[in-house]
């Protein structure tokens, strides 16, 4: 059966300009992702200062504008001045959040000359876990402030004349979670960030901050921990962070694809209880979403369970990611930009061997995963504004969805560009979908480029032996005639439609 559907695209309906920071990332001292991930000294690939050059051309390829460090769990329990000075005088600790051995090899300097590598800024969350107020201002003085207060001359003494200038900040990680070192009620954590945040921002009024919001919507406490949190901290914080990883743990895949539809809802949720707290305040500030960790997480799960403890970087949460797996990622990517007016800073979790799209072998080689490819189309060509585009779709019902489009789509124009890219999925697992654009008065772009991600086994994925099972390739032509564009899609796809002016 061929089904058609429709998006009518309009230049005069522009949602929202699209905040690149939407494509970033995130990096936590956990696992194989700091050390045998970013950093390995002894590689044959590693750079002068232990860097591995080839997961950093993989890093690069993604066009990460910011990654959120150093976690995460992990930094509940860290003490961030154990990861500065001489490295060869450094301790090691135990990280009791995943049960594994810090090395503190790496820390704030060395990550933060990564990163300027990487071409990405750095998203520092401070420990509100078993630290507080104190720590957090002396970091923000060692990273921030230029000279002449005794942590900005530390961090001179340990090789940094220029401050780092990190601008985004997070209080605490997911502290509404009895798992969390140092997890607080709703109204402990809100006094605790609002104190945080002003000594913070009296030492550099120029940072943002993201207050920690609930773990995922599924907490007992969620959405009070956001209307309690938000009603302690609305003036002195700029987003609120959300969570959620999916997975498919029934093998129900047409209910797994149909997952953004929760992603959706917990966002609107948020904006709906941020537009509550600045009602009741009478506030005219608006507060922006920071979806700080999102991604799909569950094939490791049993197998975490057996790592032994206190290893220094024990292969954790290394999820091998299928060919639905990047389709999901696909149709969150879609949802997360249908949202730019609210979501403006977004973080994949993880980056490199920690639910990532990028996997090394320690010692050995490193390739791209399914969902690496999705996440690199939409950073690469989802710059620009989001249209306000009606989606015309068939739709079909799940165990836990109803009315879900077999269609997930957006459009972004890039005008400076002259681009023009429609990012879609088609749901169905068996049935093409015909797509019809009507272009209205983008009638001056032309069709150039259809990329699909497809493959016949849905349980697809690559390895360090088939890096190359699961690539994109070109989906064929797209038929335009003036304003109208149609379009094929094929069951069970990622497509991204490149038009250009
Ligand atoms: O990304 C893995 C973990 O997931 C993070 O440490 C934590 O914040 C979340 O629960």
């Known amino acids: 059966m061929n089904t058609v559907a429709r998006l009518i695209l309009d230049k005069q309906y522009v949602l929202a300009q699209v905040d690149p920071r939407i494509y970033g990332s995130f990096l936590e001292h956990m696992g194989r992702a700091i050390y045998g991930g970013i950093y390995e000294s002894q590689h044959e690939t590693a750079d002068e200062s232990g860097f591995r050059r080839d997961v950093l051309s993989l890093v690069q390829e993604l066009n990460v504008p910011i990654i959120r460090y150093p976690g995460g769990n992990f930094v509940s329990g860290y003490n961030w001045e154990d990861g500065v000075g001489p490295v060869e005088q450094r301790k090691s600790?135990?990280?009791l959040a995943w049960r594994s051995t810090e090395i503190n090899e790496i820390g704030t300097n060395e990550f933060a000359r990564w990163a300027k590598l990487a071409g990405s800024e750095v998203m520092m969350t401070v420990n509100l876990g078993t630290r507080g107020i104190d720590a957090a201002r002396n970091l923000v003085e060692y990273c921030n402030h230029p000279s002449g207060s005794y942590w900005s001359d530390l961090r001179i003494e340990h090789g940094v004349h220029d401050p780092h200038g990190f601008k985004v900040w997070c209080l605490g990680n997911e502290m509404?979670?009895?798992?969390?070192?140092?997890?607080?009620?709703?109204?402990?954590?809100?006094?605790?960030?609002?104190e945080t945040a002003k000594a913070m921002k009296w030492v550099d009024p120029d940072i943002?901050?993201?207050?920690?919001?609930?773990?995922?919507?599924s907490m007992p406490t969620f959405a009070d921990w956001e209307a309690t949190v938000l009603d302690h901290t609305y003036e002195h914080v700029d987003f609120i962070s959300l969570h959620s990883y999916y997975g498919n743990r029934d093998g129900d895949t047409a209910n797994y694809l149909?997952?953004?539809l929760d992603m959706d809802g917990f966002i609107n949720s948020v904006i709906a209880t941020c537009d509550y707290v600045k009602a009741k305040k009478r506030s005219k500030k608006t507060m922006y979403l920071s979806f700080d960790e999102w991604n799909v997480w569950f094939h490791s799960n049993e197998a975490d369970k057996k790592v032994a403890p206190w290893m220094v970087a024990p292969p954790l949460l290394e999820d091998v990611y299928t060919f639905e797996d990047a389709l999901v990622v696909g149709t969150l990517l879609i949802t997360l930009l249908r949202h730019a007016d609210r979501v403006k800073i977004a973080a994949l979790a993880q980056l490199v061997n920690v639910i990532a799209p990028i996997m090394t072998v320690t010692g050995g080689a490193s390739w791209r995963q399914t969902?690496?490819?999705?996440?690199?189309?939409?950073?690469?060509?989802?710059r620009g504004v989001v249209l306000n585009t009606p989606v015309i779709s068939p739709k079909y019902d799940t165990n836990q969805f109803t009315d879900v489009p077999y269609l997930e789509s957006v459009s972004v124009w890039n005008e400076a560009e002259g681009e023009l890219t429609i990012f879609a999925v088609n749901r169905h697992l068996s049935d093409a979908l015909t797509l019809e654009c009507d272009l209205g008065n983008f009638d001056d772009y032309q069709f150039t480029e259809h990329i699909v991600l497809q493959h016949d086994d849905l349980k697809s994925f690559n390895t360090v032996e088939k890096p190359d099972t699961v690539t994109p390739s070109n989906g064929g032509g797209g038929n335009q005639d003036g304003r109208s564009l149609t379009i094929q899609l094929q069951p069970a796809t990622w497509n991204v439609i490149r038009l250009r002016k």
């Open 371 to 382: 969902i690496f490819y999705p996440f690199a189309h939409a950073s690469l060509y989802g």
């Open 208 to 217: 943002q901050l993201v207050a920690a919001g609930s773990s995922n919507s």
């Open 93 to 95: 600790r135990l990280d």
């Open 176 to 194: 509404d979670g009895p798992w969390q070192i140092g997890h607080k009620t709703a109204a402990e954590y809100g006094r605790l960030a609002v």
């Open 258 to 260: 149909a997952q953004s």
